[in-house]
């Protein structure tokens, strides 16, 4: 039976929503972040790297959300309900899924990181300092670049209502993504990426996996 080793507000909720596209038998084991936010020590006894999402199945052990959503959708989806058979929109397809991580997801995670300098753990006596520092940054690098992407991306939106053609595991893939970039201040509106994440929630699978996930879906805390 497939194993699925997911960390709260991680990236490893793409897997267990993707599961329950599929409808597949599955064992899911839950971890929690520690309080400084890292990963837990027991998930480098599954994979060296430490990190989730981690899949199990069949004597493999295989990291990266993108890779295990190529894994599962081959495997389990024959009749390629989550993946375009036409060209063009399997170039669309895996624009995207390298799009999330290789662009967007960089950007976000390094946010976010900044986001921290003003919170705990940060000591008191140093927390404003940080903080200053962490909003400069923002601004003068990352605000600039994400903005830009927000804007690609709401234009791409207002002509299609998912990633590639109909709904695939690119939806999985940037929903993900586009949760998390909701969570920075000081970018454009974002009407069609709101529409598009009202459209992935509602999804029976999606719900699903939320009921099913410790942080209830949220990617961050």
């Known amino acids: 039976m497939i194993k699925l080793h997911h960390l709260a507000y991680s990236r490893s909720f793409r897997i267990l929503w993707a599961l329950e596209e599929l409808g597949a038998d599955y064992q899911l084991v839950n971890y929690q972040r520690r309080k400084n936010l890292a990963a837990p020590a027991e998930l480098k006894t599954v994979h060296p790297l430490g990190k989730a999402p981690i899949l199990e199945d069949d004597g493999e052990v295989i ?46 995670v390094f946010t976010l990181v900044m986001q921290q300098l003003g919170k705990k753990p940060v000591p008191p006596v140093i927390r404003s300092f940080t903080g200053a520092i962490g909003r400069q940054v923002f601004r003068q690098f990352m605000q600039p670049r994400l903005t830009e992407q927000v804007v690609y991306i709401e234009q791409y939106l207002a002509d299609n209502t998912c990633f590639a053609g109909e709904f695939s595991f690119a939806d999985v893939q940037m929903t993900f993504a586009l949760l998390s970039l909701q969570e920075i201040p000081g970018l454009p509106e974002m009407p069609n990426i709101r529409r598009f994440l009202q459209q992935m929630m509602a999804r029976d699978a999606y719900a699903s996996a939320c009921r099913k996930s410790p942080d209830g879906g949220r990617v961050t805390r």
């Open 63 to 108: 990291a990266e959300s993108a890779v295990i959503l190529d894994y599962l959708q081959s495997r389990f989806d024959p009749d390629q309900r989550f993946k375009p058979t036409d060209s063009k929109l399997l170039t669309r397809y895996n624009f995207w899924m390298h799009f999330a991580e290789g662009s967007l997801m960089p950007h976000l």
